[in-house]
């Protein structure tokens, strides 16, 4: 049965694939966070709008050796790195007094400017023309490494990856989607999200295999996958960027370390920053959310003002447990 026009496009489930109709029976089925469901493909929990996103990304993307591939567990700061990282590739267009043009951040929100492959791309089109599209090329994803388009991981492209604490991470994803959900479905409890965080049930979960996965790839080929942590950028933010541009081959220079560069991105991207943008407090994405939905608190550590000593031991043991011997701790 086709669902209500009204609903916004990231609820709207029913405009699938006859592909993806044909999968969905076969997978495990789950009550997702927005009310739908959530279905497990490859190990990892996605809505039927998604599913559709990952086949035709999977299918058709072609990565290139130049491209950059920004990957995060949702809710880790995915808004913030896309901001980071299209202002560090594009820092000599924009900045500097000599510049004429008004950085796009100031007008756009960051998801609009580097867009998700499985959750705008191949969702709007099942083949996007990307190749025209000038080097370096930068998307975003959620993808668990495993569910990569295998081009991604032939290529020479590389990865940036971005986790964050558990706990902010399941906080974060709860108030993103009880803001999400229609009214009429009500909000979920802090203790159902709590309950389906941690029997992995989460978008693009479970949490702990998605970071264990990317973990490994960056420890194994560290020229390939850059692991960062959102608390690591909050407490360093100048080493964090400096590591980011070096991992991209885009040092900055000794003109650049004496000019203010890199106070002037971590400035322009900062929450302060754009949470207080106009684009940012009042506009809507292409897929429906309300931009505003993605800037909340952005601090470290806010669970504590949510998450009572049990549920927060609940998350640390479940965590603690299948990160055992991976020597990541989070
Ligand atoms: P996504 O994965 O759905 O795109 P993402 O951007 O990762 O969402 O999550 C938003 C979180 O990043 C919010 O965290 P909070 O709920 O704990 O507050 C949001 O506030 C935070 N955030 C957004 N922009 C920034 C920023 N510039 N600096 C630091 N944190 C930020």
Not at 179 to 185: G, S
Request: charged share 25%; aromatic share 10%.
């Amino acid at each position: 049965m086709p669902q209500s026009p009204s609903l916004p496009k990231y609820l709207q489930d029913d405009d699938i694939s006859q592909e993806c109709s044909d999968l969905l029976p076969s997978l495990q089925c789950e009550q997702g966070w927005l009310g739908a469901s959530l279905h497990l493909y490859q190990g990892f929990w996605v809505g039927p709008r998604h599913l559709k996103g990952v086949l035709a990304c999977q299918r058709h993307f072609r990565a290139q050796d130049t491209d950059i591939l920004l990957v995060t567990t949702p809710k880790s700061g995915t808004t913030w790195l896309k901001a980071i990282l299209f202002t560090l590739l594009n820092r000599t267009k924009y900045s500097g007094s000599g510049s004429q043009l008004q950085h796009p951040l100031l007008s756009q929100n960051p998801h609009d400017l580097v867009p998700f492959l499985e959750l705008n791309l191949y969702i709007e089109q099942d083949v996007p023309d990307l190749a025209s599209l000038p080097p370096p090329r930068l998307f975003a994803t959620h993808l668990a490494y495993q569910s990569l388009p295998q081009s991604v991981r032939d290529s020479k492209c590389k990865l940036v990856y971005l986790c964050r604490n558990p706990k902010d991470t399941c906080v974060s994803l709860w108030h993103f989607t009880n803001k999400l959900r229609p009214k009429d479905r009500g909000e979920n409890s802090l203790q159902e999200a709590l309950d389906r965080f941690c029997r992995g049930v989460s978008l693009f979960g479970p949490y702990w295999d998605h970071v264990l996965g990317y973990h490994k790839v960056s420890s194994e080929t560290p020229e390939k996958a850059l692991f960062l942590k959102y608390e690591d950028m909050k407490e360093d933010p100048r080493a964090s960027l400096k590591r980011l541009a070096g991992f991209l081959e885009c040092p900055f220079s000794e003109d650049e370390l004496r000019d203010g560069t890199v106070d002037d991105i971590l400035r322009l991207c900062s929450f302060d920053s754009l949470s207080g943008l106009e684009v940012n407090m009042s506009g809507k994405l292409a897929s429906g959310e309300e931009n505003k939905a993605f800037f909340r608190r952005g601090e470290v550590g806010d669970w504590v003002n949510y998450l009572s000593v049990d549920m927060a031991e609940r998350i640390d043991r479940v965590v603690e447990e299948k990160l055992h011997g991976s020597g990541l701790r989070l």
